[in-house]
């Protein structure tokens, strides 16, 4: 099992940015993919970005150019780094983990973007 925790989210201004963390109690080296998710208020959860083990990186269309998605191994640490943030981001987002095929998701951490 992995455990994971979000930390970062936050109130910002349009225009601002956050970075996001995720924590995950096994080295992230074992792991398939990594991930963050979103889920707007009435909304289905969306894929925001991942990074597969060998370092591949996908984004929703709508974040391409705005946010980073990276990981430091030695700190079993993903992170979200989100710039030129606009209203429409704001959501809770969830850190995602696969490991041998389960699926595990973080508590989630609340990200507001004023206008």
């Known amino acids: 099992q992995v455990q994971l925790v979000e930390s970062g989210g936050g109130l910002v201004q349009a225009g601002g940015s956050l970075r996001l963390s995720c924590s995950a109690s096994?080295?992230?080296?074992?792991?398939?993919?990594m991930g963050w998710f979103r889920q707007p208020p009435g909304k289905q959860r969306e894929l925001v970005a991942s990074?597969?083990?060998?370092?591949?990186?996908n984004y929703a269309d709508s974040v391409k150019g705005r946010f980073t998605i990276s990981r430091d191994i030695a700190k079993n640490t993903v992170y979200l780094r989100m710039d030129s943030l606009i209203p429409e981001d704001t959501s809770v987002y969830y850190c995602?983990?696969?490991?041998?095929?389960?699926?595990?998701w973080g508590q989630g951490t609340q990200v507001t973007v004023s206008s």
């Open positions: 995602y983990a696969n490991l041998r095929a389960s699926d595990y």
């Open positions: 990074i597969t083990l060998g370092g591949s990186k």
């Open positions: 096994t080295t992230i080296f074992s792991i398939n993919v």
